[in-house]
């Protein structure tokens, strides 16, 4: 039986690095110094590998083609899991029946951290709170490293930390999935709505594996929910001593309950009600000095607000931290205003729930670009917001059909590329309107990543203005 590490991956391990995305290749990059060997190995093509391979032969890393895995197990000792590749894949699978450990990234990236983290999950809006998170941070005069599901390899950030830095992480539920120790000093749960069912088999199993953010946690440690998200609210229920949440708890809410320690007061002031020490409520700052569009990126901000006050940071960083945030690319991005319409770019929303959000950030008529690649989800709720505040529809994707099932009243369309998107679009609205690309659906059946859609719509944009500045 291959032992199973403990603390940080000792010089004598072989380590198999599973998938070659950002995430792999980061892990090949640190990992290889640091263990006696390296291999590493990927069901994609050659075609799509062919970056990696260039990559891996630079650092002198074998690559293990799948089909002659069996010829490696004997000397392997631990593998690492990018996020990307479920534990259901065929490769994981025979990893495990030879009984040698799989560890996520992160895991690992934990090992390997002398600094505390700050790990963040949700469905929607840990990259803005993660971001946000950064700039809080930095504001209040410390150095920061922001890694993980927001783009940055999360283990090349915490392998170049010290003790005295702070790691901010955004965590997917992949990425938690097969964690043993990873244990952030304060960690936060966002929301949680579906998404990924077709990774699930149930919303139970999904919330589940985002509730392994606070699993290894313990006294000196925080956790932070939204207390206003039933199912993160639910974390705590069904467990015989009462609580399965062993570190301290902050609750964040809309509205005051026993049990928030941040709030709003007539929906305009964020409070922060100390656990400890002087009672009196603290004002922090109003929501009309948050830069970002919705509501539901005053929740992300009151939760990052939140992690900033258990982590001691000075209430002025904090209040201009959030004043001089803005969003990030393709999360409500206003791309151009041409002949009265505006144009907003949320291709990140990649779930019915993120849709919602966004719909519920305008007052003014929408013409929305949905659909794409689905995720296993039910459009139903998606369908009905839909209805209610959308003019038009225009879809494009695989699940164009399933989502306009669902769609009531709103006039409906198809495309078949983002410029015959955008076009069509804008040919339904009028001056006081809003084009809002929120597809609601992953990318990949038509384009390379959510980033990808999202330029390629802000290029048909900008297309649209030329034509409108020549007229």
Not at 90 to 118: G, H, K, M, N, T
Not at 288 to 302: K, R
Not at 460 to 469: F, K, Q, Y
């Amino acid at each position: 039986m291959n032992p199973q590490p403990s603390g940080e991956l000792g010089r004598d391990e072989n380590v198999l690095i599973i998938g070659l995305g950002r995430s792999g290749r980061a892990s090949v990059e640190v990992l290889r110094t640091r263990v006696a060997r390296v291999y590493a190995t990927d069901e994609a093509s050659p075609d799509e590998l062919a970056d990696a391979f260039a990559d891996l032969a630079a650092a002198g890393v074998e690559y293990v083609e799948p089909a002659r895995l069996g010829d490696y197990l004997e000397r392997i000792t631990v593998a690492v899991l990018s996020p990307g590749i479920p534990l259901t894949s065929p490769l994981v699978r025979r990893v495990q029946a030879a009984r040698i450990p799989v560890f996520s990234e992160v895991e690992v990236a934990y090992r390997l951290c002398r600094a505390p983290i700050v790990a963040v999950t949700g469905t929607k809006g840990k990259s803005t709170t993660t971001a946000l998170l950064g700039a809080l941070f930095e504001a209040a005069g410390k150095t920061v490293r922001v890694g993980g599901n927001i783009g940055n390899a999360l283990i090349r950030e915490t392998a170049a930390a010290s003790p005295d830095d702070w790691v901010i992480a955004e965590v997917s539920s992949f990425q938690l999935e097969s964690i043993r120790s990873f244990k952030p000093r304060i960690s936060l749960i966002l929301n949680i709505t579906p998404d990924h069912l077709d990774r699930y088999p149930s919303m139970e199993e999904y919330a589940e594996a985002k509730f392994r953010i606070f699993a290894n946690q313990g006294a000196g440690d925080t956790f932070i929910g939204n207390l206003d998200d039933p199912i993160v609210a639910s974390a705590n229920q069904g467990q015989d001593d009462g609580s399965r949440i062993k570190a301290r708890e902050l609750w964040f809410a809309s509205e005051p309950h026993r049990n928030t320690t941040l709030y709003l007061r007539n929906g305009r002031q964020i409070v922060y009600a100390p656990p400890t020490g002087d009672p009196r409520p603290v004002d922090i700052l109003r929501t009309s000095e948050i830069a970002l569009l919705g509501a539901h990126n005053i929740e992300n901000v009151m939760g990052a607000i939140l992690v900033a006050l258990a982590a001691e940071l000075p209430l002025d960083a904090i209040r201009a931290g959030v004043r001089n945030f803005r969003a990030l690319g393709h999360r409500l991005e206003p791309v151009a205003e041409i002949d009265g319409v505006q144009y907003v770019d949320d291709s990140k929303a990649t779930n019915p729930g993120a849709v919602i959000a966004a719909m519920r950030s305008f007052d003014r008529p929408i013409v929305l670009i949905a659909g794409g690649k689905a995720k296993g989800t039910d459009f139903a709720a998606m369908g009905k917001v839909v209805s209610s505040r959308a003019k038009a529809v225009v879809l494009i994707g695989e699940a164009a059909d399933d989502i306009a099932a669902v769609v009531r009243r709103a006039k409906v369309e198809h495309a078949t590329s983002m410029d015959d998107a955008v076009l069509r679009a804008s040919n339904l609205a009028e001056p006081g309107d809003i084009v809002l690309l929120s597809p609601g659906c992953a990318s990949f059946d038509m384009f390379r990543s959510a980033e990808h859609r999202g330029e390629l719509f802000a290029g048909a944009v900008r297309g649209l203005g030329a034509v409108a500045g020549a007229r």
